[in-house]
């Protein structure tokens, strides 16, 4: 199994800026002749949504809602993934999850096989 753990989240006002970080026990994925990677996020009373998927292709797609303000990376020699988050929103207020699996998806259109925990981006007004 692929082990991912975020890091990063915190409190912010709107209009700034945050990166997170997921670690991965294994980058590129054990076993994928092909991989995608992403984050999503699940605000309070919410369904969890895709926000950006990156494949090991380098093809990366955005929700509607972050692009251009949000861009992800990924740095294999650390085995990390990142998400720099900019001109945050109050609706950004969510917990962030990084996600991995193989195959090559989109977001909206993805459902991975590993999760990592979360990390909880608090985005006041």
């Known amino acids: 199994d692929v082990g991912l753990m975020e890091s990063g989240g915190s409190s912010v006002q709107a209009g700034g800026s945050l990166r997170l970080s997921c670690a991965a026990s294994?980058?590129?994925?054990?076993?994928?002749?092909?991989?995608?990677s992403g984050w999503f996020r699940q605000a309070p009373g919410k369904e969890r949504e895709g926000v950006v998927v990156?494949?090991?292709?380098?093809?990366?797609t955005y929700a509607r809602s972050v692009k251009d303000r949000f861009t992800i990376s990924e740095d294999t020699a650390k085995s990390t993934l990142y998400l720099q988050m900019n001109n945050l929103k109050p609706e950004g207020t969510a917990m962030y999850y990084c996600a991995a699996g193989p195959g090559w998806w989109e977001v909206g259109d993805w459902v991975p096989d590993y999760w990592g925990q979360g990390t909880q981006v608090t985005v006041s007004s």
């Open positions: 294994v980058y590129p994925y054990s076993g994928a002749g092909t991989y995608s």
């Open positions: 990156i494949d090991s292709g380098g093809t990366t």
